[in-house]
């Protein structure tokens, strides 16, 4: 099974220093890949390249995100000639979100048009992921229209995709029966999110479009502020997604660690990976 971590890149040197130790404890499970995310417009670019520097001289491997909204075509290239000198051979393509107050939307509308930018300055120097949603993306106007997007980012020249996080299998089961009737055969690679706070995953999920079933909404909220039964019924939860999953044909699980281990380290030792 493809495993592949991704992190965030800190703010501080101290939290640079404290995802040091985390990735340490996460190599214990030999994935495929770490990733760390990239805020659109490049607002963590330099962040982002020395959290990518630091995995790559540690000798693992590692996929930087690249979004390219609000990005010129020379941002871009430069980025690219970058990674390309420090020998990295893996991105995840996005198209990203302009942050608020960021008005100009730069050279780029789809990640499509990134991975074919991509493609056509550095041939196959990058093995390419992008995003898929099997819950749809917020903003698109239709499933039929979002499953359409999607297939023509894979045609662009995508390797791989990795998923928005979801907690109802038959989602990802429909999106990946949906896109091989659209002759679409790259890998979708399920990203897992372990559940540390209710609160903040409830939050985050309206604003990405994630649906969070209403038994298990239901079930955290009846668990108030008991941090136990909280961590001990999300560990279960999420666990047995991912073994259904993977019972399904998955690929591989993506992990949305929070640049933290603990979660993801136990989720990998109950499914026998470590
Ligand atoms: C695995 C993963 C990692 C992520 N990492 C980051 C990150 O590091 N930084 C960051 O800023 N964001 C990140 N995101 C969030 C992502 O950038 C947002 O969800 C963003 O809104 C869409 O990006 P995309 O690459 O999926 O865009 P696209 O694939 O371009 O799709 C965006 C929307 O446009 C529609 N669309 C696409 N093509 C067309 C077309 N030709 N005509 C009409 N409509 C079209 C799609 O249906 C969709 O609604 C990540 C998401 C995932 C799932």
């Given at each position: 099974m493809q495993l592949s971590i991704e992190f965030f890149p800190p703010q501080t040197g101290e939290g640079l220093e404290k995802l040091r130790a985390v990735r340490s404890q996460l190599a214990a499970l030999q994935p495929d890949f770490f990733s760390v995310t990239f805020g659109a417009g490049g607002s963590t670019r330099e962040r982002t390249f020395a959290v990518c520097r630091d995995i790559a001289e540690a000798g693992q491997p590692v996929a930087p995100h690249l979004s390219c909204i609000g990005s010129t075509r020379e941002n871009i290239r430069e980025i690219l000639a970058d990674y390309q000198a420090r020998g990295i051979r893996r991105l995840v393509a996005l198209r990203g979100d302009l942050p608020s107050g960021m008005a100009e939307a730069g050279e780029f509308r789809y990640a499509s048009e990134l991975v074919e930018f991509i493609r056509a300055e550095t041939g196959d120097t990058f093995r390419l992921a992008v995003a898929a949603y099997p819950e749809w993306h917020?903003?698109?106007?239709s499933p039929r229209e979002d499953l359409d997007a999607f297939a023509r980012k894979a045609k662009a020249g995508a390797n791989l995709a990795i998923t928005q996080?979801?907690?109802?299998a038959d989602a990802y089961f429909h999106f990946v029966d949906e896109i091989r009737a659209r002759g679409v055969d790259i890998p979708v690679i399920p990203g897992i999110m372990p559940i540390v706070s209710f609160f903040k995953l409830a939050r985050f999920s309206d604003a990405c479009g994630a649906e969070l079933p209403r038994w298990m909404r239901r079930t955290f909220e009846s668990l108030g502020d008991d941090t136990a039964s909280i961590r001990a019924f999300g560990l279960d939860l999420v666990t047995r997604l991912c073994e259904r999953l993977l019972a399904g044909g998955a690929p591989g699980l993506h992990f949305y660690s929070m640049n933290q281990a603990e979660l993801t380290l136990e989720i990998c030792r109950r499914l026998g990976r470590c």
């Open positions: 917020p903003q698109a106007r996080y979801f907690y109802n």
